[in-house]
């Protein structure tokens, strides 16, 4: 695997890669990986000829007040765990080499961006589309893959990407979960055992509405205040939201039909985190 740290020497491997005809698939990622990321990159490796993964903790996507400085970090181990799974090229950037003195154009995405996790986390998505841009930009690959855990996420991007004309195809990989249910994501290395414990309601929660549903329930507000009930009974979970929403624009559902996103973010202490479960009604 060769590591890669400057964005010149990236566009330059990129461009030789395209021009010898070969497929790059891509996969941005903060570090600290886990089996999610790997799954990811597996996916990358099937759809692609070199496998290009980066390693960014992204200052724009945080704000003021979240874990920015505090994010986990241990490149030793995630580069091992690169070289395991088949990654070529580790695109590994500073935050100079990224954002340098002067720096000042932002890619918003609008309206998608204001709900769900961008209600409680107002220029999070401007980050995001903003550090995925560039790094299309840089890495230009055919593919890039995200995961559906992010499940707004890769909304914003495929809006994004359909937006603005970028020439690449964006694939959504399902999410992995631990054997007892608990999404895979990096902010789980903050909780206590208590709040670990606590965090499996997430699942429990999603799940119990979707069987609620397949059984013939339509009411949503019963179905959120079902939901709700369970989650508080956890005397750690602090709701942020939970949420019933179509997949063309997020918007909250007045009735169940179609594609549902049934979307959630609860606290636990320190961790923020977010599931979802996406149904055909
Ligand atoms: O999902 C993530 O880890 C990040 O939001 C991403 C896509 C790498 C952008 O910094």
Same mark, same amino acid.
């Given at each position: ?36 990321? =790997? ?10 000829? *070199?496998? @290009? ?32 799974? $088949? ?28 709900? *769900? ?13 903003? @550090? ?32 603005? #004309? ?14 007892? $249910? ?8 903050? *909780? ?26 339509? #009411? ?43 979307? =959630? ?15 055909? @009604?």
């Amino acid at each position: 695997m060769k590591v890669i740290k400057k964005i010149l020497q990236m566009q330059k491997v990129a461009d030789e890669a395209r021009c010898a005809g070969r497929k790059v698939g891509f996969v941005p990622t903060m570090g600290y990986l886990h089996k999610g990321h =790997l799954s990811l990159i597996r996916q990358a490796r099937q759809l692609s000829e *070199l496998v @290009v993964v980066s390693i960014f903790v992204n200052p724009t996507q945080f704000g003021p007040h979240e874990d920015y400085q505090n994010y986990p970090r241990d490149l030793s181990r995630d580069a091992k765990l690169l070289r395991q799974v $088949g990654c070529d090229i580790l695109f590994l950037p500073s935050v100079e080499e990224m954002y340098p003195q002067g720096y000042c154009s932002y890619v918003d995405v609008e309206n998608l961006t204001q709900l *769900l996790c961008g209600a409680s986390r107002p220029s999070h998505f401007r980050g995001v589309a903003t @550090v995925v841009t560039k790094l299309f930009n840089i890495v230009k690959p055919h593919l890039a893959v995200f995961g559906q855990k992010d499940a707004q996420q890769a909304f914003v991007i495929r809006r994004m990407v359909t937006d603005l #004309n970028q020439d690449l195809e964006i694939v959504v990989a399902p999410t992995i979960r631990e054997p007892d $249910g608990l999404a895979m994501s990096s902010r789980n290395e903050y *909780l206590t055992p208590q709040e670990r414990a606590d965090a499996l309601v997430l699942y429990q929660a999603l799940k119990w509405a979707h069987e609620q549903i397949v059984e013939g329930q339509r #009411n949503i507000e019963y179905l959120v205040q079902g939901m709700t009930k369970m989650i508080q009974n956890k005397k750690t979970a602090q709701i942020d939201y939970i949420s019933f929403v179509d997949t063309e624009k997020l918007h909250s559902l007045k009735r169940l039909e179609g594609e549902v996103l049934i979307a =959630l973010a609860v606290k636990f202490g320190r961790a923020r985190l977010i599931d979802n479960l996406l149904i055909k @009604v």
